[in-house]
């Protein structure tokens, strides 16, 4: 159940007109800011305080293979400019940016450039492995930039069949094709930011991954692979569903499907390389399409192929995988919400429609022992909670349990909501914690959020949440050097840190839906 609901969910989190569309301002206030990476020279500039380069090269994207060492070039770059978008199909999470396969970039922002060793946070967007692009507004980084004294990274990795088709056992030697490219470009954007950050006045041994949704999902994957051991210090994953990856059977059964529509034959995928990105993409659209309509997979997903991805996520809480690299990780309260559009019916909305999902994933046993549990089922709130707690919650737990007895794990829940959006029925949904992390206050994003919370509460909401944030990210510890208010998770008391109007640490909350959940396989 979890994977046909979360990727409905994505599906609907594509069209969703609540995400803010990508934006490529052009920069108020420029300034010389010339820095020598590994490759060559780049020009940025300072805005607000800040000193930002976009659209640098990590890697270089040759088609349906692995990413490659960018090359060298002579003179200054400019990097005032955000690169390509991913090629991906039209959304409103890739805005008006032109898309090109030239695509792997990266965007900086650093107080300065000075040689001093800041903390590094990593960011990797969500979009269901379909869409999206780190040059989004909503993930700006000069907010938490200036008020965290740390460099902030955004990347675009390869999605949809560029970045996620399987072509091991294809009846081919393969002629160059790879697998799980989209999280291969996000391990050479690390490799990139271990050998250049320290130029941008960045700790190259003290970098946190982040990310949210199918970013949280990569956060996941990528502890999971051994390949990105010492790549990074901390991992913070936010909605990240660890439950979504496919097996090489679907992998496979997808890719075919994929080169049918193409009228491409399995055993000549070559052809691949050569037909317009134009055509790949429309195809694209009519391969979701019938995911959705014919499969329980609905959007893109890593693959465990046996190479780079060894076991499912929940393997990598294994010491020899993840070390011991401590975690934070959490849900929002409302996460399925926004996916009940009455008018793109992407999901099950009422009690009905559940219970046919739970038929086909679990016991009837099971099904009455979780239903019982949540005492507004089979309202409709209640049928969203128990697939909050289905996609997001419960895994996220599932994870934290397991880890907490050799790392430091720290579980948080936002709850935040406001008359507005408890009134149209989203309440604390899916996303809506990344403005409040990255204090994303201007542009579509920030007239959307101050329509809707007071500028006392954006302030002193955001400060919690930056501060913890930039905190891990310092220290491994949100906390800091401060009192231990936030306690590690673990089995015993189960401390959670509830990020709202008032926010608090709660031991075990919802202690009821979650036993009933002990036990019950659905993935």
């Known amino acids: 159940m979890t994977t046909r609901v979360y990727t409905w969910a994505i ?31 780049v020009r940025g500039g300072i805005e607000r305080g800040v000193s930002v380069w976009r659209g640098i090269q990590y890697a270089q994207a040759e088609r349906f293979c692995a990413p490659k060492t960018p090359l060298a070039w002579e003179g200054v770059k400019d990097a005032t400019k955000f690169g390509y978008v991913t090629p991906q199909v039209k959304s409103g999470l ?26 590094v ?13 780190g040059s989004a507004d ?30 091991k056992n294809t009846g081919t030697a393969n002629n160059g094709f790879e697998n799980n490219l989209g999280i291969r470009d996000q391990i050479a954007a690390l490799q990139w930011v271990k050998e250049n950050i320290a130029a941008f006045g960045g700790d190259p041994d003290n970098v946190t991954i982040f990310g949210e949704s199918a970013g949280g999902t990569s956060v996941e994957t990528l502890l999971s692979a051994k390949v990105a051991t010492g790549l990074f210090k901390g991992a913070i994953a936010e909605s990240g569903p660890p439950s979504i990856l496919w097996s090489a059977e679907i992998s496979h059964g997808i890719t075919n499907k994929y080169c049918s529509l193409l009228h491409v034959n399995p055993d000549s995928i070559a052809q691949l390389k050569n037909i317009p990105i134009d055509t790949l993409i429309a195809v694209e659209e009519l391969l979701l ?47 399925a919400t926004m996916f009940a559009s009455k008018k793109l019916k992407m999901m099950p909305d009422n009690s009905e429609g559940l219970d ?6 679990t016991s009837k046993e099971n099904h009455k022992k979780v239903v019982t549990a949540y005492s507004n089922y089979p309202k409709k709130s209640g049928v969203m909670d128990i697939l909050t707690d289905a996609i997001f919650r419960i895994p996220a737990i599932r994870i934290a349990e397991c880890r907490s007895t050799y790392a ?6 936002f709850e935040w909501s406001s008359f507005l959006l408890n009134i149209s029925g989203r309440k604390s949904f899916h996303g809506l914690e990344i403005p409040f992390v990255f204090q994303s206050t201007e542009g579509k994003t920030g007239k959307l959020l101050k329509a809707i919370a007071s500028k006392r509460l954006i302030n002193r909401l955001s400060g919690e949440m930056q501060t913890a944030w930039i905190n891990f990210a310092r220290y491994g510890n949100p906390n800091g050097t401060g009192a231990e208010n936030w306690k590690k998770y673990e089995a015993e008391e189960r401390a959670t840190m509830i990020f709202s109007k008032e926010s608090k640490l709660v031991k075990d909350p919802d202690a009821k839906q979650r036993e009933a959940w002990d036990g019950v396989v659905y993935y």
């Open 121 to 133: 946070m990593f960011w990797i967007h969500g979009g269901g492995f379909i869409v999206g692009t």
């Open 408 to 413: 430091p794990v720290y579980m948080y829940r």
């Open 289 to 335: 399409r019938y995911m959705i309509d014919s499969t329980n997979q609905k959007v893109f997903s890593p693959t465990i192929d046996g190479q780079l991805l060894t076991n499912d996520i929940f393997m990598c809480m294994k010491p020899d995988l993840a070390n011991s690299v401590p975690v934070m990780i959490g849900t929002n309260h409302d996460e």
């Open 11 to 41: 599906a609907l989190l594509i069209l969703s007109s609540f995400y803010t569309q990508t934006t490529f301002a052009t920069n108020d206030n420029i300034n010389e800011n010339i820095v020598a990476t590994k490759q060559g020279k």
């Open 138 to 167: 909503l993930y700006n980084g000069t907010n938490l930039s200036k008020n965290g004294d740390v460099v902030v990274v955004t990347i675009n990795y390869r999605l949809g069949p560029l970045g996620f088709l399987y072509f």
């Open 94 to 119: 890739n805005g008006d940016g032109q898309q090109g396969e030239d695509c792997l970039n990266l965007n900086i922002w650093s107080p300065a450039a000075d040689g001093k060793k800041r903390p």
């Open 356 to 361: 046919k999902y739970f038929s086909e994933a």
